[in-house]
């Protein structure tokens, strides 16, 4: 947690805001191939299901641009994916980092990179085994939103927790 | 005395071996104008016309035959081989400024042996190096419905006046022939058209496939002889092809001649491929591919397809650059929240540590010389910007400063500047700067261009424009150093992250 760059300082709470607005109103599904799980995508929400993790918990934390310390909506989020994540202890995760668009190929999977670490530190400090969590960094590769503003941008620039059963998650 | 002729042997991509060799050996034409045998090499300088660019048409009379008369002697001169004139004040085109008047050049339509594909071919090579010229913004090609005289041969001067009357002042003749065995031979000469000298003159026999590469050679030879630059046409890019919405792009590797022709696609598209770079010998191109789940650097040798992942460790590693003699691959290495530059000794495996920070290292390349490194970092502040550092890792300094972001340098081939892309008041520039930090310049501008590649003489930069919105992607430019002759770069599909290749062997 100690190893955050101190430069990179929280921007403005209008910013928090308007983040929070976006990160409410964000399509969960679809986002990975890892996401999709057996039960559908229809139906009540069992417990304990990747979809109750996605659609209840949430699996997104959005970011301020070109910065990758968490804010407190992000923490908050976190959080509940922490106390989720104790509960099932079944499932590990993928933390996948982006970056949006306005920034140059290679430093944005650095970025994305950055976003991950700072997800998976915040996990670590909640109980999760960093045996349970893997980072990967899509950098700017995988937009939700393709509008060429900043709203589309603020959806983009995020960190994905993606939920899986077993040994399976990913690389 | 004899010349000496240039001997090339290069293999191109698993095609049949070259056979390149000045043109030699002509018998005393019907016409009695012995042709010179020299090879551009011991050409003397191509003397530029005296005339201001206002009064192009005819030359005098008089001009006219003691230019024949100079022919003569020159013929002579040529024969017993000494220079007819001195070496020295060669420049036809001042290239060094911005403001460049093109060299109008005529190209006349190649000739051909009696197969009907030679014929073909002839019509292809004479289209390339035509289309060649032509976008190196240098020169301009005549329209051949203007031309007077039609060629018959290329073993006898052309009537130098109907060349001038068209305002030529070079003039390129050849013909291309069927060898047998799947062979063919083609064969050129430059003609300077005011003093009527031969400039240059070459013969090559290859595999008819290609036909495309002798366009381009011809061309290279062309335009290394009026320009006095080194050549880059017989060159390749490669690219990451882009298909499908934006937010599920689909990205291949890909690889195409300089003039956008000879797509070959090198990847099926199963997983995110990234920022290829050619090895210095042409064969390999090094790339981030996330078929692993994750960003490695991968190595391929383009003509057999095989891959292999340079870097299997844990950690992402990515910006992957060859060193100047292929020895070694520079790259990110991902390893918690920072990413640090790693060296790799492609024979030992060992790797070498270059950088050690908590902040984003990336984008690498090495100097031409292999003794340093420019690379991109935000350690001051957070925002992007160029470092330079031995290629041991030591000597840092910042070459940037100031409000702009700076990132994706590339080490010009020459040496002597660095292109980089540039982000400032939301827009994406590039440009380029000295090694010493000094004498940025801007050359173009606009919503999102990034990633420059120089071309192999250091004179034309490549890089990707993104247009906006859903429905947008990146395409390939060139411009000039001068920041002049901007030009798409044409792609069947979206196109992003260009390399341009060394010149072919």
Redesign the interface.
């Known amino acids: 947690m100690s190893r955050f760059a101190v430069t990179r300082t929280i921007a403005g709470l209008a910013v928090l805001l308007l983040l929070a607005a976006c990160s409410r109103g964000q399509p969960m599904a679809g986002l990975s191939p890892a996401q999709t799980s057996s039960e559908g995508d229809s139906g009540p929400i069992v417990p304990g299901s990747a979809r109750e993790f996605s659609a209840r918990i949430g699996d997104t934390v959005y970011f301020t641009t070109d910065q990758v310390e968490l804010s407190p909506e992000a923490q908050q989020i976190l959080a509940a994916q922490a106390a989720w994540l104790n509960q099932y202890t079944q499932y590990r995760v993928i933390l996948e980092g982006h970056a949006d668009e306005r920034g140059t190929r290679e430093y944005n999977i650095g970025l994305g990179a950055q976003r991950a670490a700072n997800a998976k530190h915040f996990l670590a400090a909640r109980g999760i085994s960093p045996d349970r969590i893997k980072t990967v960094s899509y950098g700017k590769e995988r937009p939700v939103a393709v509008c060429a503003n900043i709203s589309c941008w603020s959806q983009n620039r995020r960190v994905v927790t993606v939920v899986s059963q077993g040994g399976g998650a990913g690389y | 005395m004899r010349d000496t002729m240039p001997q090339h042997h290069a293999q191109p991509d698993s095609l049949s071996q070259w056979e390149r060799v000045g043109v030699r050996g002509y018998k005393l034409s019907e016409r009695h104008y012995p042709l010179t045998r020299r090879c551009r090499a011991t050409l003397s300088p191509w003397e530029r016309a005296k005339r201001p660019d206002s009064s192009p048409a005819e030359p005098p009379k008089g001009a006219s035959a003691k230019r024949l008369t100079t022919l003569f002697l020159l013929a002579i001169f040529a024969f017993l081989a000494i220079p007819p004139y001195p070496a020295g004040a060669v420049m036809e085109v001042d290239i060094t400024q911005g403001n460049i008047r093109p060299i109008p050049i005529a190209i006349s339509p190649f000739l051909a042996g009696a197969s009907g594909q030679s014929a073909q071919l002839a019509d292809a090579v004479t289209g390339i190096i035509a289309a060649d010229l032509e976008r190196s913004g240098l020169f301009k090609p005549i329209d051949r419905a203007a031309f007077l005289e039609r060629i018959y041969t290329v073993d006898a001067p052309p009537r130098f006046r109907d060349w001038s009357v068209i305002n030529a002042e070079a003039l390129a003749v050849g013909q291309i022939t069927d060898a047998g065995g799947g062979q063919i031979k083609a064969q050129f000469r430059l003609w300077d058209v005011y003093s009527g000298r031969e400039l240059t003159g070459e013969s090559f026999t290859t595999s008819s496939d290609n036909w495309r590469r002798i366009g381009h050679i011809i061309a290279d030879a062309i335009y290394q002889r009026l320009t006095g630059e080194k050549a880059y046409f017989d060159s390749r890019i490669a690219f990451i092809e882009e298909s499908g919405?934006?937010?599920k792009?689909v990205?291949r590797l890909a690889l195409m001649d300089q003039d956008g022709q000879n797509l070959r696609v090198l990847t099926k598209g199963t997983s995110?491929v990234?920022?290829p770079r050619f090895s210095p010998n042409n064969r390999e191109i090094t790339y981030?591919s996330?078929e692993?789940?994750?960003?490695s650097v991968i190595r391929m040798d383009i003509a057999s397809g095989r891959q292999e992942v340079v870097a299997n460790f844990p950690g992402?590693t990515?910006?992957p650059r060859f060193s100047p003699r292929g020895d070694r691959i520079i790259m990110?290495l991902?390893q918690?929240?920072?990413?640090n530059l790693f060296e790799m000794d492609l024979d030992s495996r060992q790797l070498r540590r270059l950088t050690t920070t908590?902040?984003?290292d990336?984008?690498p390349c090495y100097s031409p010389d292999g003794r340093q490194i420019v690379f991109?970092s935000?350690r001051a502040?957070?925002r992007?910007q160029l470092f330079v550092m031995n290629a041991d890792g030591s000597g840092q300094r910042q070459l940037t400063g100031g409000d702009g972001r700076y990132?994706?340098p590339v080490w010009s081939p020459r040496g002597d500047l660095i292109a980089f892309?540039k982000?400032i008041g939301?827009q994406f520039l590039i440009g380029v700067i000295q090694p010493d930090g000094r004498g940025e310049r801007i050359l173009t501008e606009g919503?999102?261009n990034?990633?420059p590649s120089w071309s192999p003489n250091g004179r034309v930069l490549t890089f990707f424009r993104?247009s906006?919105?859903?429905s947008?992607g990146p395409r390939l430019f060139t411009i000039d150093l001068t920041g002049y002759n901007e030009r798409v770069l044409p792609t069947s599909a979206f196109a992003?992250?260009p390399s341009w290749s060394p010149l072919m062997k």
């Not at chain 2, 918690?336 to 990413?339: F, G, M, T």
């Open positions: 919405p934006r937010n792009r990205k995110l990234l920022t981030t996330y692993g789940g994750r960003p992402m990515f910006a990110s991902q918690d929240s920072a990413s908590q902040a984003i990336t984008g991109e935000d502040g957070g992007q990132s994706t892309t982000q939301g919503y999102h990034e990633g993104e906006q919105g859903e947008g992003s992250d």
